[in-house]
């Protein structure tokens, strides 16, 4: 996946967690869960969701690491 098809990915599977946020608006250094008002369920759904989405395991331990828009670009372009 490149960079565009992950931020849409991301902006698709936040939209059925947390419609009326807005990915767009969020900084790549910005805190996602902070900058679009996620608890931590919401979060973790949104990882499982990019999980589901993208069939790749998102071990719990490595969920700090998609706490960001750069972050999670990083991880998932691997």
């Known amino acids: 996946m490149n960079e565009q098809q992950i931020r849409t ?3 698709d ?3 059925g967690i947390a419609p009326e946020a807005d990915l767009a608006t969020v900084g790549d250094d910005e805190d996602l869960r902070d900058a679009l008002d996620l608890d931590s369920m919401d979060f973790l ?3 499982i969701g990019l999980s ?3 069939g790749l395991k998102i071990p ?3 969920t700090a690491r998609l706490q960001t828009m750069r972050g999670l670009l990083a991880y998932l372009v691997r």
């Open 60 to 62: 719990e331990a490595d």
């Open 52 to 54: 589901e989405r993208t």
């Open 13 to 15: 599977v936040l939209a």
């Open 45 to 47: 759904n949104f990882v």
């Open 9 to 11: 990915l991301a902006a």
